[in-house]
């Protein structure tokens, strides 16, 4: 199983958050050398160093030459001396050894590491600013080599060159620099939105009872307002009525008896009356006049149960058929 050095080859920056801003180029150097050295704890505690690795024996110091022969030592010694080149040579050698002499497991546990760690500041290094700067626009730190470049046009034209370009839907995307403003300006936006998302949520709510409420108002006004009219216009005919005097008919008015008394209590006994034989053919309890149920239980099936039961037997008999 081999390493995988980038999950996302064409990361993009989200334009909705606003970029972690750090000071100087020290910030990063010192993020990235904790994360380094927290990682090697991890890997030393869990896959300790081999005991060949730990124990290598110094090498033991040349001892002082004398010369017999009369010769300045200190000739030999300017000319046996080595040289830079020889010294990283000797450095690059070391460091050949010790990995070799290695744990294979640790190793590969390690290379592990490294490359997850290169790609955790892959990622992140598009939603980092350096004292208002682009990470991967600044040169490379005291622990990384490079920086991803941003995903631009120009890349884009480069990648082509080298061989076939990978299309994206037939649309070549071109990001702008960060900006803030755009930034306050979205998020004023989506705050609007919530506001009145939060009114019409509000209104969805509480409008149909204001309107039911008005409503109400209006019609008890407008038939209050009618039947003070009325009852003025009644009052009118029958004060000419009387000083017209005991004429049955005054002009085109025509007087009529007063009502029986108990005439009101009738018509609303046979309402009830009615009401409840409608409600005992639905299958409904009846409700009296002051809108109290009757509570008296209807005998026998209902009218809306009876034609239910006449559908079900004609379906079955057409399906036997």
């Given amino acids: 199983m081999e390493s995988e050095p980038t999950l996302h080859p064409h990361l993009l920056p989200d334009t909705h958050h606003r970029k972690i801003e750090l000071q100087s180029t020290q910030d ?79 190793a590969a546990v390690r290379a592990y590491v490294d490359a ?24 490379p730190t005291s622990l990384t080599t490079k920086h991803p470049a941003p995903v631009s046009a120009s890349s884009d034209a480069r990648g082509s060159s080298s061989g076939a370009k990978e299309e994206k839907e037939g649309v070549d995307f071109i990001y702008e620099g960060h900006d803030t403003r755009l930034q306050q300006k979205v998020a004023d936006m989506y705050a609007e939105l919530e506001s009145l998302t939060v009114q019409v949520g509000q209104l969805r709510r509480e409008a149909p009872r204001h309107g039911a409420e008005a409503f109400g108002r209006l019609c008890s006004e407008t038939m209050e307002g009618e039947g003070e009219a009325f009852e003025k216009v009644i009052a009118a005919l029958k004060q000419e ?75 079955v008999a057409m399906e036997f058929e």
């Avoid at 380094?36 to 033991?60: C, G, M």
């Avoid at 997850?116 to 600044?138: K, P, Q």
């Fill in 241 to 315: 009525a009387t000083e017209s005097g005991s004429d049955d008919r005054v002009g085109d008015v025509l007087k009529l008896n007063p009502l029986p008394e108990g005439w009101f209590e009738d018509r609303r006994t046979m309402y009830e009356r009615g009401t409840n034989q409608l409600a005992a053919f639905a299958g409904l309890a009846g409700q009296r006049g002051d809108g109290s149920r009757t509570g008296s239980a209807v005998k026998g099936p209902s009218l809306t149960e009876t034609v239910g039961r006449v559908q079900r037997a004609r379906t």
């Fill in 116 to 139: 997850f760690i290169s790609r955790i500041y892959t990622s992140a290094s598009h939603s980092l600013t350096v004292n208002g700067l682009d990470v991967t626009s600044l040169p």
């Fill in 28 to 106: 990063l150097t010192y993020l990235q050398s904790n994360l380094i050295a927290s990682a090697r704890q991890k890997l030393d505690l869990h896959f300790p160093p081999s005991a060949t690795q730990q124990q290598q024996p110094k090498k033991a110091q040349p001892a002082t030459v004398i010369s017999l022969d009369g010769v300045n030592p200190t000739a030999q010694d300017s000319h046996s001396q080595p040289t830079t080149q020889q010294r990283q040579q000797v450095s690059s050698n070391a460091g050949e050894i010790e990995d070799r002499e290695e744990d294979p497991m640790r």
